[in-house]
């Protein structure tokens, strides 16, 4: 008799577990909370659904134990992603290295896997909620398993496949419950926090600068040491500021704020002269000349955002009606280092409720990556979000879904797998 594999989750992760298993010969029950199975999978990438990334070398994962999540994509490439997508009838369309259903519709992704599992005869139970999961044995105990309790009843099985997500977005059904089926087990739980999500500041000049978007570079610095940086396109709102940049150091944000540090961040609207301030004032010099019957409050006009122009023209505590041809050395040299870095303290980040992922989850150092195994209950595995790997944007978080819900799914059925690195991180 082949084993039976009771898969927690029909969400990006849980959907490929379930795939998985039943190629790989195990009878497979899916139980999802919701009504429909991947709502936030239809979600993602603002409806299109990225879902992988062709770039791909193991550091856009954070994770306590950073060779782990390295080893789960390694097992499972891009290339992989795209080919079991492509024998499911989705075309992949490239956007830089970022992937996309050629359709450009997240729903898709989610159509496809729901059709895969239907044509393998996966059992699915929708608007079951899992309230609890425990060991169970025989009456002669010569067969080991799990007991699992839903408001639909319970189901029995010999291997379960944890794929709850995270936090993010609750309203999607991922809502930590998980957590606490993975603490039945005595797993260790890294605090979650928000990540991919925007940085409530303190500066009060957002009000100024709302709406306004500008190609600019951040910083994040914790407790004085730099923390992550990124570059691309901000965008100020009017407590804080948002746009991928702030979306990929957000992560570390979270971290540093729950566990009580100092965490600022560093602006630079004009990334390419940052080690040039020198230049940078003697450029002004030269637009002081340029321009010196016009009013400062047109100074920076054309060289930046005209919000961010304003905001920072406040800051610098220059008034605004003075002729620009009267701004003495030391109101340029002010321009100069708000322009390359304007610095603000992070009070907060955006809540679970509109942030794309979370840091944190079941710690991976209780997991055997190439299988996804519990180490601390035998048959017992995970895969997606509820564990402690959280990607940057760009399709890398749907990535480890797959990755770790391929893996989880085979080794869940055939007890002597492990998985085998395929592709070496350049
Ligand atoms: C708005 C948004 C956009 C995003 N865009 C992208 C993107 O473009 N690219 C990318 O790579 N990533 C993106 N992400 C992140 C990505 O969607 C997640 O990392 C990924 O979906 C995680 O998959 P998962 O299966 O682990 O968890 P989920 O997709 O959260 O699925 C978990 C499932 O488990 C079910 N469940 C939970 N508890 C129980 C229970 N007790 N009983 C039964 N069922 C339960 C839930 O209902 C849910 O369906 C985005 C996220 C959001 C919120």
């Given at each position: 008799?082949?084993?039976?594999?009771?898969?927690?989750?029909?969400?990006?992760?849980?959907?490929?577990?379930?795939?998985?298993?039943?190629?790989?010969?195990?009878?497979?029950?899916?139980?999802?909370?919701?009504?429909?199975?991947?709502?936030?999978?239809?979600?993602?990438?603002?409806?299109?659904?990225?879902?992988?990334?062709?770039?791909?070398?193991?550091?856009?994962?954070?994770?306590?134990?950073?060779?782990?999540?390295?080893?789960i994509?390694?097992?499972?490439?891009?290339?992989?992603?795209?080919?079991?997508?492509?024998?499911?009838?989705?075309?992949?369309?490239?956007?830089g290295?970022?992937?996309?259903?050629?359709?450009?519709?997240?729903?898709?992704?989610?159509?496809?896997?729901?059709?895969?599992?239907?044509?393998?005869?996966?059992?699915?139970?929708?608007?079951?909620?899992?309230?609890?999961?425990s060991?169970?044995?025989?009456?002669?105990?010569?067969?080991q398993?799990?007991?699992?309790?839903?408001?639909?009843?319970?189901?029995?099985?010999?291997?379960?496949?944890?794929?709850?997500?995270?936090?993010?977005h609750?309203?999607?059904?991922?809502?930590?419950?998980?957590?606490?089926?993975?603490?039945?087990?005595?797993?260790?739980?890294?605090?979650?926090?928000?990540?991919?999500?925007?940085?409530?500041?303190?500066?009060?000049?957002?009000?100024?600068?709302?709406?306004?978007?500008?190609?600019?570079?951040?910083?994040?610095?914790?407790?004085g040491?730099?923390?992550?940086?990124?570059?691309?396109?901000?965008?100020?709102?009017d407590?804080g500021?948002?746009g991928?940049?702030?979306?990929?150091?957000?992560?570390?944000?979270?971290?540093?704020?729950?566990?009580?540090?100092?965490?600022?961040?560093?602006?630079?609207?004009?990334?390419?002269?940052?080690?040039?301030r020198?230049?940078?004032?003697d450029?002004?010099?030269?637009?002081?000349?340029?321009?010196?019957?016009?009013?400062?409050?047109?100074?920076?006009?054309?060289?930046?955002?005209?919000?961010?122009?304003?905001?920072?023209?406040?800051?610098?505590?220059?008034?605004?009606?003075?002729?620009?041809?009267?701004?003495?050395?030391?109101?340029?040299?002010?321009?100069?280092?708000?322009?390359?870095?304007?610095?603000?303290?992070?009070?907060?980040?955006?809540?679970?409720?509109?942030?794309?992922?979370?840091?944190?989850?079941?710690?991976?150092?209780?997991?055997?990556?190439?299988?996804?195994?519990?180490?601390?209950?035998?048959?017992?595995?995970?895969?997606?979000?509820i564990?402690?790997?959280?990607?940057?944007?760009g399709?890398?978080?749907?990535h480890?879904?797959?990755?770790?819900?391929?893996?989880a799914?085979?080794?869940?059925?055939?007890?002597?797998?492990?998985?085998?690195?395929?592709?070496?991180?350049?």
């Amino acid at each position: 008799m082949g084993r039976t594999v009771i898969v927690i989750g029909g969400g990006a992760a849980g959907l490929m577990a379930a795939i998985s298993a039943s190629r790989s010969g195990a009878e497979v029950t899916l139980l999802e909370k919701n009504e429909r199975l991947g709502k936030k999978l239809s979600q993602t990438g603002n409806g299109r659904g990225n879902y992988t990334n062709i770039l791909l070398l193991g550091k856009e994962y954070r994770c306590n134990d950073p060779a782990f999540p390295s080893d789960i994509v390694r097992f499972f490439p891009p290339e992989k992603a795209i080919s079991f997508f492509r024998e499911l009838g989705v075309i992949p369309k490239f956007r830089g290295t970022y992937v996309y259903p050629a359709s450009e519709q997240a729903s898709c992704l989610t159509e496809a896997l729901e059709e895969e599992l239907r044509r393998l005869g996966v059992r699915i139970i929708s608007k079951a909620n899992v309230l609890s999961a425990s060991p169970r044995s025989d009456n002669n105990g010569s067969r080991q398993g799990f007991l699992i309790h839903t408001n639909k009843g319970d189901f029995c099985g010999d291997a379960v496949i944890l794929s709850t997500g995270g936090m993010a977005h609750p309203e999607t059904g991922s809502d930590g419950g998980g957590y606490r089926l993975a603490a039945c087990f005595k797993h260790t739980i890294v605090q979650p926090v928000p990540a991919l999500t925007s940085l409530q500041c303190g500066g009060r000049y957002y009000k100024e600068m709302a709406g306004a978007r500008a190609e600019a570079s951040i910083c994040l610095e914790v407790d004085g040491s730099m923390a992550a940086s990124d570059r691309g396109e901000l965008q100020f709102t009017d407590y804080g500021i948002s746009g991928i940049p702030a979306f990929q150091v957000s992560r570390f944000a979270s971290r540093g704020l729950q566990i009580g540090k100092d965490v600022k961040v560093h602006i630079s609207f004009l990334p390419d002269w940052e080690n040039c301030r020198g230049r940078l004032r003697d450029e002004l010099k030269k637009r002081k000349s340029l321009l010196k019957d016009r009013p400062a409050k047109n100074f920076l006009m054309g060289f930046v955002n005209s919000h961010i122009a304003f905001a920072l023209m406040q800051l610098a505590g220059i008034r605004m009606d003075k002729a620009s041809g009267k701004l003495n050395d030391a109101e340029l040299s002010k321009l100069a280092g708000l322009l390359t870095d304007l610095t603000d303290n992070v009070i907060s980040v955006n809540p679970f409720s509109k942030s794309q992922c979370t840091a944190g989850g079941v710690s991976t150092r209780e997991i055997i990556p190439g299988r996804m195994e519990s180490k601390l209950k035998k048959n017992l595995f995970f895969a997606g979000e509820i564990v402690d790997v959280d990607g940057i944007c760009g399709g890398y978080n749907l990535h480890f879904a797959w990755a770790s819900g391929m893996i989880a799914g085979k080794a869940a059925a055939c007890p002597s797998f492990s998985a085998k690195v395929t592709a070496q991180v350049p």
